[in-house]
C-alpha cells in the first residue's frame, strides 16, 4: 500500500502560482493510479488532475484544464500539481489520492489511499 502525504498549500492572490507536492511512501508508488481531489466548504468532494501508474496519459478537471499540469516521478514516489492563473473559485483543501486496477477513474470514491489535505486559498 502506499501513504501519499501533501505539501505546498497556501495563501495566493488571483492570478499567481503554487506547486502542489505528493509524496507517497511505499515500493509500489508506480503501481498506482494517482489524482488530485479537491473539497471546498460545503461543497462535495471533486477531481481535479490524474495520472495513469506509467504517466503516459494525464486526466484534468474543465473547470482547470490549461492552467493546472500533473507530473509524476515513479523514482521519486512523487507527484506534482503546478497551479497557475489561480481563481478564488480554485480555493479549498487538496488531497492526494492513490487507487490500483487497470482503468483510471476520476471518482473519487474510487480511491483507497489519501492524503491529510493541504489548504489552497486564492485573495481576490
Known amino acids: 500500500q502506499v501513504q501519499p502525504v501533501e505539501s505546498g498549500g497556501g495563501l495566493v492572490q488571483a492570478g499567481g502560482s503554487l506547486r502542489l507536492s505528493c509524496a507517497a511512501s511505499?515500493?509500489?508508488?508506480?503501481?498506482?493510479?494517482m489524482a488530485w481531489f479537491r473539497q471546498a466548504p460545503g461543497k462535495e468532494r471533486e477531481f481535479v488532475a490524474g495520472?495513469?501508474?506509467?504517466?503516459?496519459?494525464?486526466y484534468y478537471a474543465d473547470s482547470v484544464k490549461g492552467r493546472f499540469t500533473i507530473s509524476r516521478d515513479n523514482a521519486k514516489n512523487t507527484v506534482l500539481l503546478q497551479m497557475n492563473s489561480l481563481k478564488p473559485e480554485d480555493t479549498a483543501v487538496y488531497y492526494c489520492?492513490?487507487?490500483?486496477?487497470?482503468?483510471?477513474?476520476?471518482?473519487?470514491?474510487?480511491?483507497?489511499?489519501w492524503g491529510q489535505g493541504t489548504q489552497v486559498t486564492v485573495s481576490s
Open positions: 489520492a492513490a487507487k490500483t486496477g487497470t482503468f483510471f477513474n476520476s471518482d473519487y470514491r474510487r480511491y483507497d489511499y
Open positions: 511505499g515500493r509500489t508508488f508506480s503501481s498506482y493510479h
Open positions: 495520472s495513469r501508474w506509467n504517466g503516459e496519459r494525464t
